[in-house]
């Protein structure tokens, strides 16, 4: 069996058709050819993320779709790309990241974001109706945190995010990473010359050029791509619903998170050093496993009527949208939060947003490993916004456009 990507008509937040009924552990044909596995419960995801006889290694991994990231299948990552390496060096890498990213860290970030989320929707109120929410707010947000938190100008935001999606599209331009391992090689060596208050600057000092240029590659894609493609693809969710939430609680965001799992096509992966047996199935040293995040999460054992959303759900963080084990997303804080602040500023701000087209017109990323739309054109009722928000916090009146 091949990988199936291919989603229903009419049902663009459900895993695909061919994911369902599945075993917890299924054969599966990668693009190299390479015979390996599909896990699509949760208990054979954790196993597989969480035992040290599985290796993210990338010269060892083979992939189900395929990819544009750098050194590419069959090389080993590059120095500083510590998201495809094991302990120790994936350790030492993270050890160095792990303090800029705890949740007392992000937690200060919120009033930044908060200002950043009411630029934006300004911006939009301005303009008037209707909007593409993916360019006016949904990528802006993370685009320009995590711009902040590496010290790279926010200038230059349409070159990084025109290249960055490149790798995350089977098949993508690979002249891409090119491009942005040279500009970001370029930032590196100015923080050398003149730090700043930035995590680039911070790092100067423990890594090599080679080795903080890949760090901030990875952390500059994961940082915007991932979040922009889940605040755009929760918010067409919650309007397909009908009407929209007045408030987005944290139960809430969870449950987006578990019921959308963005992460659809070919990966996380995992290869076996040694035979280890996961859910029954022996998985022979050397085979490639995959996890199917969406169907993963919405496995009938962990979750009550998981084909649902329900965004009172509680203990929805019980999914594996952000991985699991020692490869757990290490900015998961920080999207939870953009992701928190972001819905809710949204819908506080037009209680009356609504699609601008049909939900079967709004375009979607299926060939995408990050699951999403590429626009998500909006609209509300003239006037219904509370106003432009001053400093100081008070809502200044605007007349209609």
């Known amino acids: 069996m091949r990988l199936p990507i291919e989603r229903h008509p009419g049902h663009p937040f459900d895993p695909p058709a061919g994911l369902r009924g599945l075993p917890a552990m299924s054969r599966l044909e990668f693009a190299d050819g390479h015979l390996g596995w599909l896990a699509t419960t949760d208990a054979a995801a954790r196993t597989v993320l969480g035992d040290p006889r599985f290796s993210a290694r990338q010269e060892i991994k083979h992939v189900a779709t395929h990819s544009s990231r750098p050194g590419g299948p069959g ?6 790309f510590f998201g495809a390496m094991d302990p120790p060096e994936h350790t030492r890498y993270r050890r160095l990241l792990t303090g800029r990213f705890t949740v007392r860290g992000m937690r200060l970030l919120e009033p930044r974001i908060e200002q950043i989320a009411a630029e934006r929707l300004d ?7 209707p909007a593409d929410l993916v360019t006016a707010y949904a990528l802006p947000i993370p685009s320009m945190v995590i711009c902040e938190l590496l010290g790279v100008p926010y200038a230059d935001h349409e070159f990084f995010q025109e290249r960055s999606s490149q790798l995350v599209i089977p098949g993508g331009d690979p002249a891409a990473v090119g491009d942005l391992t040279a500009y970001l090689h370029e930032q590196v060596r100015c923080r050398r010359k003149a730090p700043g208050d930035d995590l680039i600057s911070d790092l100067t000092t423990d890594l090599t050029d ?14 915007h791509e991932t979040t922009a493609n889940m605040l755009a693809l929760g918010v067409f969710a919650l309007l397909e619903r009908g009407t929209p939430p007045e408030s987005v609680s944290d139960d809430a965001v969870e449950e987006l998170l578990r019921w ?24 022979r040293k050397g085979e490639t496993v995959v996890l199917s995040l969406p169907v993963v999460n919405r496995d009938p054992s962990v979750h009550d009527d ?14 594996l949208a952000f ?7 290490l900015g998961q804080q ?51 916004d509370e106003g432009v928000i001053e400093p100081g916090g008070e809502h200044a009146p605007t007349s209609p456009a």
């Open 75 to 80: 090389q080993a990552a590059p120095p500083g």
């Open 123 to 129: 911006a939009m109120a301005a303009a008037g109706p």
């Open 210 to 223: 080679e080795e903080l240029t890949n760090v901030a590659l990875l952390l500059l894609v994961a940082g």
């Open 260 to 283: 959308l799992s963005i992460l659809h096509q070919g990966g996380p992966a995992r290869t076996a050093l040694e035979d280890v047996e996961v859910a029954g199935e022996l998985v």
């Open 306 to 319: 998981p084909e649902t959303l329900r965004l009172d759900r509680g203990g929805a963080r019980r999914h």
């Open 323 to 329: 991985g699991h084990g020692v490869h757990q997303c």
């Open 334 to 384: 920080l999207a939870r939060i953009e992701l928190r602040i972001g819905y809710r500023a949204l819908f506080e701000r037009f209680p009356g947003l609504r699609l601008a087209v049909p939900a079967s017109a709004v375009p979607l990323k299926p060939d995408a490993t990050v699951y999403g739309v590429t626009s998500l054109p909006v609209t509300w009722p003239q006037g219904s």
